[in-house]
């Protein structure tokens, strides 16, 4: 584990700034891997410890479950609050709002979510679907089944995530945000899914946007953008921006 540590970190871009008194912490793409999720909460408790500071924040960025070998596990980690004297904010991935959307009843996009690792996590839930074509009754039977498998404090998580979320200068999403829509406009789709328009753009945003969704093998460090998606489900490498002041750390698996 690489901790971070002032030597190791850089200046944020365009001027921005976390709020005084707080070191804010945003955890990248879990994708079912608790493993990494364990490690890298220790890490944060490590980097934390003898800190003199008003507020400890951790942001999740989204993308808890599918692809990992262990999606219920992260879940109920993350549900549990495992970092204590730390603010937690969960937000959506657009994972989760896959899983979501077929648990509230549309079974339209289920091919998409069990092609895009939602096979792992029905399997961590001890469901072992086939993979194929689905009839609307085969989709009903198997959405009863996840809603028995699943604890309610599960579903209670998926249901209360968030869009967005800012401290300061700082704006976190999931995906990241669409050029030209002010930050409090922005659609829940565009949090969600977007990727081109966001990733090519040199805007300002009107804050720094620190997002997951695209994988790059390190942080993407950018003048009005911060991806923390380092691909943990398969590289191994959970990630962790870390933010004080003015300047920016890396925590990684």
């Given at each position: 584990?690489?901790?971070?540590?002032?030597?190791?970190?850089?200046?944020?871009?365009?001027?921005?700034?976390?709020?005084?008194?707080?070191?804010?912490y945003a955890v990248g793409d879990i994708h079912?891997?608790?493993?990494?999720?364990?490690?890298?909460?220790?890490?944060?408790?490590?980097?934390?410890?003898?800190?003199?500071?008003?507020?400890?924040?951790?942001?999740?960025?989204?993308?808890?479950?599918?692809?990992?070998?262990?999606?219920?596990?992260?879940?109920?980690?993350?549900?549990?609050?495992?970092?204590?004297?730390?603010?937690?904010?969960?937000?959506?991935?657009?994972?989760?709002?896959?899983?979501?959307?077929?648990?509230?009843?549309?079974?339209?996009?289920?091919?998409?979510?069990?092609?895009?690792?939602?096979?792992?996590?029905?399997?961590?839930?001890?469901?072992?679907?086939?993979?194929?074509?689905?009839?609307?009754?085969?989709?009903?039977?198997?959405?009863?089944?996840?809603?028995?498998?699943?604890?309610?404090?599960?579903?209670?998580?998926?249901?209360?995530?968030?869009?967005?979320?800012?401290?300061?200068?700082?704006?976190?999403?999931?995906?990241?945000?669409?050029?030209?829509?002010?930050?409090?406009?922005?659609?829940?789709?565009?949090?969600l899914w977007v990727r081109g328009e966001f990733?090519n753009s040199d805007a300002d945003f009107g804050?720094?946007?620190?997002?997951?969704?695209?994988?790059?093998?390190?942080?993407?460090?950018?003048?009005?953008?911060?991806?923390?998606?380092?691909?943990?489900?398969?590289?191994?490498?959970?990630?962790?921006?870390?933010?004080?002041?003015?300047?920016?750390?890396?925590?990684?698996?």
């Amino acid at each position: 584990m690489r901790a971070a540590r002032p030597p190791e970190s850089l200046v944020l871009p365009a001027g921005r700034r976390a709020p005084a008194g707080a070191r804010v912490y945003a955890v990248g793409d879990i994708h079912g891997r608790s493993d990494l999720l364990d490690r890298l909460h220790d890490a944060i408790r490590a980097d934390a410890r003898g800190r003199a500071l008003e507020r400890r924040v951790v942001v999740y960025l989204g993308d808890y479950i599918d692809r990992g070998g262990d999606s219920a596990g992260a879940i109920e980690r993350l549900a549990a609050r495992p970092l204590a004297g730390f603010e937690p904010y969960y937000l959506r991935g657009n994972h989760e709002a896959m899983m979501q959307g077929f648990l509230d009843g549309d079974s339209t996009g289920l091919d998409t979510w069990l092609w895009n690792g939602g096979m792992a996590t029905l399997e961590s839930y001890g469901l072992a679907p086939m993979a194929g074509t689905y009839s609307e009754d085969w989709a009903d039977a198997l959405r009863a089944e996840l809603l028995r498998a699943m604890p309610p404090a599960h579903g209670d998580f998926l249901r209360a995530l968030a869009g967005a979320h800012r401290e300061g200068d700082l704006f976190f999403a999931h995906a990241g945000v669409r050029p030209g829509v002010a930050l409090d406009s922005q659609s829940p789709d565009d949090l969600l899914w977007v990727r081109g328009e966001f990733l090519n753009s040199d805007a300002d945003f009107g804050a720094l946007v620190i997002h997951g969704h695209t994988v790059t093998p390190e942080p993407d460090v950018r003048a009005n953008r911060i991806g923390i998606d380092t691909g943990a489900w398969r590289s191994g490498r959970l990630t962790a921006a870390v933010f004080e002041g003015d300047r920016v750390a890396f925590l990684t698996t």
